[in-house]
């Protein structure tokens, strides 16, 4: 089941606070969220018919799975420790187990291998476990070798295995000791969500005859699942050999870097990991080898690598950050909430040190705007996209991001100008990704989508919920630029309160509407009349006069060109 939300958690939110528990609820219920969407595609793989999903890509799936769960079973010592250890060959009681069947074992039973002290619901996705009534849909994969498997898919192996190596994130808890192992770290990494969500939609297809684009987008999408259980194979030590498939020429092997082929298209790639490199062979063209670095990245002297990169660490307990400009999954979705945002930036040296000057001040720059956005940076943020920036953006400190919903933990942002930029874009974006959490698991309000509410930083009318978002976001803000104006000696404190007055300005514009809306439920109105709290709390310190007629004349404007437009065509809202 579910958390509950307490009210003292569900208060610290509306201030766009929170403390570390209930980051950490948050956290949890969205790493849960991501396994159960694991589970959803083998489930929905299972079902399909074989004119979406063939038997040799259902067998291929369920091959990677068994080398998932066959990591996920390692101790944290082992999959973390500086020890070498043996690769396990999958046993004859994994190869038994069939797709949807349930086990009676308790949950201390769960996932033989794994740390006893793992709850049951901690586990992944098909392991057998005891399951609370409606904690999860029926019928997942369990994990086996599978013995029709088609040519290329992986041979477990009993030799040897690497130097343990892992995946760095920050875990559940906050705390930087790291995930479990290494598969939940690649599991629960960001970009993992939009692969998923592309693979039911095209599981979820109609049966029949697929067209050809959407074949060989489902196609591409399971052949990534081969690769994300390579790269934890990989990080957990376990020795072995597979066959991939690069996609228009590119393998991305998650979180250690990609292989650009000789030949262009989809290509086989055939894989061997073997005491901490593997070895990545190609038609007509030199294998490559690959070393697996500690965290993030691997290195190869051969040009036809790249390795994926990292920023350090936000603080110095925190583990590096992905800069990832590589992952196939990491552009946004097609449509009107994204604008012109959709184009990833593959990075070059230069501006990679550009995104590394901005990030070196981005923990001052934060904490100068009160620790708990240091705190909540440090717990909620998994790795950074970079954007091309639109051409509307200007110059100076302007910028884009942007967060997605089925990739928590992960924002995309253009190169920043400074830290102070990529300060407020942190501020800005994890509140999204909060108030998207949080919206998970309480329901706030049951407004419609109808677009009729005016937001002062938006031309086009808002839907009650994009609204709430945008106001949430923006009280943080005024909160943020706020007590950075209130540090003394701080050479921007004029900026800031500028900054400040126009955040407030547009929060008061925007708080009737919320507030007023017969939509709300008994917990939406406490959430809202405390985000109201928040932002009269801010009188206290107010802004210098001249700033704040100008943040209401700007107000003032924007509402009036927004009425012009379009209040002839919609019924009264906030005016």
Same mark, same amino acid.
């Not at 997942?140 to 343990?164: F, I, L, S």
């Not at 259980?229 to 376990?238: K, L, P």
């Not at 228009?248 to 989809?266: E, I, K, Q, Y």
């Not at 009160?370 to 998994?382: I, N, W, Y």
């Given at each position: 089941?579910?958390?509950?939300?307490?009210?003292?958690?569900?208060?610290?939110?509306? #201030?766009?606070?929170?403390?570390?528990?209930?980051?950490?609820?948050?956290?949890?219920? %969205?790493?849960?969220?991501?396994?159960?969407?694991?589970?959803?595609?083998?489930?929905?793989?299972?079902?399909?018919?074989?004119?979406?999903?063939?038997?040799?890509?259902?067998?291929?799936? #369920?091959?990677?799975?068994?080398?998932?769960?066959?990591?996920?079973?390692?101790?944290?010592?082992?999959?973390?420790?500086?020890?070498?250890?043996?690769?396990?060959?999958?046993?004859?009681?994994?190869?038994?187990?069939?797709?949807?069947?349930?086990?009676?074992?308790?949950?201390?039973?769960?996932?033989?291998?794994?740390?006893?002290?793992?709850?049951?619901?901690?586990?992944?996705?098909?392991?057998?476990?005891?399951?609370?009534?409606?904690?999860?849909?029926?019928?997942?994969?369990?994990? /086996?070798?599978?013995?029709?498997?088609?040519?290329?898919?992986?041979?477990?192996?009993?030799?040897?295995?690497?130097?343990?190596?892992?995946?760095?994130?920050?875990?559940?808890?906050?705390?930087?000791?790291?995930?479990?192992?290494?598969?939940?770290?690649?599991?629960?990494?960001?970009?993992?969500?939009?692969?998923?969500?592309?693979?039911?939609?095209?599981?979820?297809?109609?049966?029949?005859?697929?067209?050809?684009?959407?074949?060989?987008?489902?196609?591409?999408?399971?052949? !990534?699942?081969?690769?994300?259980?390579?790269?934890?194979?990989?990080?957990?030590?376990?020795?072995?050999?597979?066959?991939?498939?690069?996609?228009?020429?590119?393998?991305?092997?998650?979180?250690?870097?990609?292989?650009?082929?000789?030949?262009?298209?989809?290509?086989?790639?055939?894989?061997?990991?073997?005491?901490?490199?593997?070895?990545?062979?190609?038609?007509?063209?030199?294998?490559?080898?690959?070393? &697996?670095?500690?965290?993030?990245?691997?290195?190869?002297?051969?040009?036809?690598?790249?390795?994926?990169?990292?920023?350090?660490?936000?603080?110095?307990?925190?583990?590096?950050?992905?800069?990832?400009?590589?992952?196939?999954?990491?552009?946004?979705?097609?449509?009107?909430?994204?604008?012109?945002?959709?184009?990833?930036?593959?990075?070059?040296?230069?501006?990679?040190?550009?995104?590394?000057?901005?990030?070196?001040?981005?923990?001052?720059?934060?904490?100068?705007?009160?620790?708990?956005?240091?705190?909540?940076?440090?717990?909620?943020?998994?790795?950074?996209?970079?954007?091309?920036?639109?051409?509307?953006?200007?110059?100076?400190?302007?910028?884009?991001?942007?967060?997605?919903?089925?990739?928590?933990?992960?924002?995309?942002?253009?190169?920043?100008?400074?830290?102070?930029?990529?300060?407020?874009?942190?501020?800005?974006?994890?509140? !999204?990704?909060?108030?998207?959490?949080?919206?998970?698991?309480?329901?706030?309000?049951?407004?419609?989508?109808?677009?009729?509410?005016?937001?002062? @930083?938006?031309?086009?009318?808002?839907?009650?919920?994009?609204?709430? %978002?945008?106001?949430?976001? !923006? &009280?943080?803000?005024?909160?943020?630029? %706020?007590? #950075?104006?209130?540090?003394?000696?701080?050479?921007?404190?004029?900026?800031?309160?500028?900054?400040?007055?126009?955040?407030?300005? %547009?929060?008061?514009?925007?708080?009737?509407?919320?507030?007023?809306?017969?939509?709300?439920?008994?917990?939406? /109105? /406490?959430?809202?009349?405390?985000?109201?709290?928040?932002?009269?709390?801010?009188?206290?310190?107010?802004?210098?006069?001249?700033?704040?007629?100008?943040?209401?004349?700007?107000?003032?404007?924007?509402?009036?060109? @927004?009425?012009?437009?379009?209040?002839?065509?919609?019924?009264?809202?906030?005016?």
């Amino acid at each position: 089941m579910f958390p509950v939300v307490p009210e003292r958690a569900l208060l610290e939110l509306a #201030r766009t606070e929170g403390g570390p528990d209930t980051l950490a609820l948050l956290v949890r219920d %969205q790493d849960t969220r991501r396994l159960l969407l694991l589970r959803a595609v083998l489930d929905a793989a299972e079902a399909a018919e074989r004119s979406v999903c063939t038997a040799a890509e259902k067998a291929r799936l #369920r091959e990677d799975w068994a080398l998932l769960t066959e990591a996920d079973r390692l101790p944290a010592a082992d999959a973390w420790g500086p020890e070498r250890r043996h690769g396990r060959a999958t046993t004859r009681r994994d190869r038994d187990a069939l797709p949807g069947t349930r086990s009676t074992r308790t949950a201390a039973d769960a996932l033989p291998g794994a740390p006893r002290d793992r709850a049951a619901g901690d586990a992944l996705p098909g392991a057998p476990r005891d399951r609370a009534a409606g904690d999860a849909p029926p019928g997942v994969p369990r994990d /086996r070798a599978t013995e029709d498997a088609p040519p290329g898919a992986r041979r477990p192996r009993a030799d040897v295995g690497a130097p343990t190596r892992g995946v760095s994130g920050a875990s559940p808890s906050g705390a930087h000791a790291g995930f479990a192992n290494p598969a939940r770290a690649r599991l629960f990494h960001p970009l993992t969500g939009p692969w998923a969500r592309s693979c039911l939609r095209g599981l979820d297809a109609a049966p029949g005859p697929a067209d050809g684009e959407r074949a060989r987008r489902l196609r591409r999408d399971l052949a !990534h699942f081969s690769a994300i259980a390579a790269v934890v194979a990989a990080g957990s030590g376990i020795p072995f050999s597979t066959r991939l498939t690069a996609r228009a020429g590119v393998l991305a092997l998650p979180s250690l870097g990609a292989l650009h082929t000789a030949r262009s298209g989809d290509v086989p790639v055939d894989v061997t990991c073997t005491e901490g490199r593997l070895v990545l062979r190609q038609a007509d063209a030199p294998y490559v080898t690959v070393h &697996l670095e500690s965290g993030v990245g691997a290195w190869s002297g051969a040009l036809a690598w790249t390795p994926a990169h990292a920023l350090p660490g936000l603080t110095p307990t925190a583990p590096p950050l992905p800069l990832d400009d590589l992952d196939p999954y990491r552009e946004l979705p097609d449509g009107p909430g994204h604008g012109n945002l959709r184009t990833p930036l593959a990075l070059d040296d230069a501006e990679r040190k550009r995104w590394l000057q901005a990030w070196s001040g981005t923990a001052l720059a934060l904490r100068s705007g009160g620790a708990q956005r240091l705190a909540e940076a440090d717990v909620l943020l998994r790795c950074l996209v970079p954007l091309e920036t639109p051409p509307d953006v200007g110059t100076g400190r302007g910028s884009c991001s942007a967060t997605r919903r089925e990739a928590f933990g992960a924002l995309l942002s253009s190169t920043p100008a400074d830290a102070v930029t990529l300060a407020a874009t942190l501020v800005h974006e994890l509140q !999204h990704a909060k108030l998207a959490a949080l919206s998970d698991l309480v329901t706030l309000h049951r407004a419609g989508p109808a677009a009729r509410y005016f937001a002062p @930083w938006r031309a086009d009318p808002r839907p009650y919920d994009g609204l709430l %978002q945008g106001t949430y976001s !923006h &009280l943080a803000m005024a909160a943020f630029h %706020q007590r #950075r104006a209130l540090v003394s000696g701080l050479p921007d404190r004029d900026w800031a309160w500028a900054q400040h007055a126009r955040y407030r300005a %547009q929060v008061g514009a925007a708080l009737p509407a919320l507030v007023g809306s017969p939509d709300l439920t008994v917990r939406g /109105r /406490r959430f809202v009349d405390e985000m109201a709290a928040a932002h009269e709390r801010m009188a206290e310190h107010p802004a210098p006069r001249g700033h704040v007629a100008r943040a209401q004349a700007y107000v003032a404007s924007a509402r009036a060109l @927004w009425a012009q437009r379009h209040a002839s065509t919609l019924p009264p809202s906030n005016g």
